[in-house]
Nanobody, 125 residues
Framework: QVQLVHSGGGLVQAVGPLRLSCAASGRTFSMYTMAWFPQAPGKEREFVAGISGSGIRTYYTDSVNGRFTISRDYAKNTVYLQMNSLKPEETAVYYC??????????????????WGQGAQVTVSS
């Protein structure tokens, strides 16, 4: 079992930066691909960033590439999402996910093994 606990989030002005954290319990942190899925009101969760178990490979959707950075710290069992130049339309609850099959599934959230509780990010214009 892996438990994911969020920290960070909150209210930020447009084009401002914000960093989200997601701490994982257990000793199998490096086994899992980690990813972030924001869910806006009335919409489904959508992939924005992922990182391989080794931390060597990172993946981004086109809309955030160059503005968001995903990273992981093995000593702290934590994955981060640094978000820069945020846009009001990126207001959402941001969920971190852990899953062995996420990358090969094309980042299908239904194939995530574990989810964090989510962190609200509100971007004001």
């Amino acid at each position: 079992q892996v438990q994911l606990v969020h920290s960070g989030g909150g209210l930020v002005q447009a084009v401002g930066p914000l960093r989200l954290s997601c701490a994982a319990s257990g000793r199998t942190f490096s086994m899992y691909t980690m990813a972030w899925f924001p869910q806006a009101p009335g919409k489904e969760r959508e992939f924005v960033a992922g990182i391989s178990g080794s931390g060597i490979r990172t993946y981004y959707t086109d809309s955030v590439n160059g503005r968001f950075t995903i990273s992981r710290d093995y000593a702290k069992n934590t994955v981060y999402l640094q978000m820069n130049s945020l846009k009001p339309e990126e207001t959402a609850v941001y969920y971190c996910a852990a899953g062995a099959r996420l990358r090969m599934s094309g980042w299908d959230p239904d194939l995530s093994d574990y989810w964090g509780q989510g962190a609200q990010v509100t971007v004001s214009s």
